[in-house]
């Protein structure tokens, strides 16, 4: 460029969330090339590349493909043609291809699954779940995030509370569980410098959306972090 050398970026260099790839991605333009999917050597520029080339992104991809391929031979259409949002739902609905159930999460994202009380502050900060996490850094009042645990069966699981790494940040977490008629508080050690997922217990969630984990500033000696919460069906 103007006759210099330019850097499109830093492939090592992060601070951003997990991204969706778009499906138009793997499939060139139709009048270029017919009915082709390429999961792998997709439509991204070199530095986007160099996460999607990661393998299991590759392993999405790739079954997302197989997935799309199996719709255009039951539609009798086009790869291009395929109706994206049945797939999209598809793939929600049985992410392993195998009809048993996934795991499960919800993030501080999700508003419609999250009830505050108290003044939170919601933002990019540290080692994040996601694009973004609730903090609360003045814990003079009562503060707590109810995550909501929308289940489709009734059945054990072990449940995960994410705590990342954040300046400040609090080393204990006071959690309590609300699984069908039984109640559990428990404070959870959280390592100020790691990142990890905290092991609340393991509950059997009934059916439904009467199940969820809340999350105070009870207790707390630093930044209370409220980001993601984490079902693994046992």
Same mark, same amino acid.
């Given at each position: 460029?103007?006759?210099?050398?330019?850097?499109?970026?830093?492939?090592?260099?992060?601070?951003?969330?997990?991204?969706?790839?778009?499906?138009?991605?793997?499939?060139?333009?139709?009048?270029?090339?017919?009915?082709?999917?390429?999961?792998?050597?997709? =439509?991204?520029?070199?530095?986007?590349?160099?996460?999607? &080339?990661?393998?299991?992104?590759?392993?999405?991809?790739?079954? =997302?493909?197989?997935?799309?391929?199996?719709?255009?031979?039951?539609?009798?259409?086009?790869?291009?043609?395929?109706?994206?949002? %049945? +797939?999209?739902?598809?793939?929600?609905?049985?992410?392993?291809?195998?009809?048993?159930?996934?795991?499960? +999460?919800?993030? #501080?994202?999700?508003?419609?699954?999250?009830?505050?009380?108290?003044?939170?502050?919601?933002?990019?900060?540290? &080692?994040?779940?996601?694009? =973004?996490?609730?903090?609360?850094?003045?814990?003079?009042?009562?503060?707590?995030?109810?995550?909501? +645990?929308?289940?489709?069966?009734? &059945?054990?699981?072990?449940?995960?509370?994410?705590?990342?790494?954040?300046?400040?940040?609090?080393?204990?977490?006071?959690?309590?569980?609300?699984?069908?008629?039984?109640?559990?508080?428990?404070?959870?050690?959280?390592? %100020? *410098?790691? =990142?990890?997922?905290?092991?609340?217990?393991?509950? *059997?969630?009934?059916?439904?959306?009467?199940?969820?984990?809340?999350?105070?500033?009870?207790?707390? #000696?630093?930044?209370?972090?409220?980001?993601?919460? +984490?079902?693994?069906?046992?």
């Amino acid at each position: 460029v103007n006759g210099m050398v330019k850097n499109e970026g830093d492939v090592q260099v992060g601070g951003f969330g997990p991204y969706p790839i778009a499906y138009r991605a793997l499939t060139p333009k139709e009048n270029e090339c017919g009915n082709l999917l390429v999961p792998v050597c997709l =439509s991204a520029t070199h530095i986007a590349y160099g996460s999607i &080339r990661m393998e299991p992104v590759f392993m999405v991809l790739g079954q =997302s493909a197989a997935a799309a391929a199996v719709q255009a031979i039951d539609g009798k259409t086009t790869v291009q043609k395929i109706n994206v949002a %049945r +797939l999209q739902k598809q793939l929600t609905a049985n992410p392993l291809a195998n009809n048993s159930q996934p795991e499960i +999460l919800v993030d #501080d994202a999700e508003k419609v699954n999250i009830q505050l009380t108290g003044n939170w502050q919601q933002g990019k900060m540290g &080692r994040c779940y996601g694009t =973004s996490l609730l903090h609360d850094d003045a814990p003079d009042a009562l503060k707590t995030a109810r995550f909501r +645990l929308s289940v489709p069966r009734t &059945r054990r699981y072990d449940v995960y509370v994410y705590s990342p790494e954040v300046p400040k940040k609090s080393s204990r977490l006071a959690v309590t569980v609300q699984a069908g008629n039984v109640k559990k508080d428990v404070v959870l050690p959280a390592p %100020r *410098e790691a =990142s990890d997922w905290l092991h609340a217990g393991t509950f *059997e969630l009934a059916a439904g959306e009467g199940n969820y984990l809340e999350i105070s500033n009870q207790q707390a #000696d630093g930044v209370t972090v409220a980001d993601a919460v +984490l079902l693994v069906p046992k």
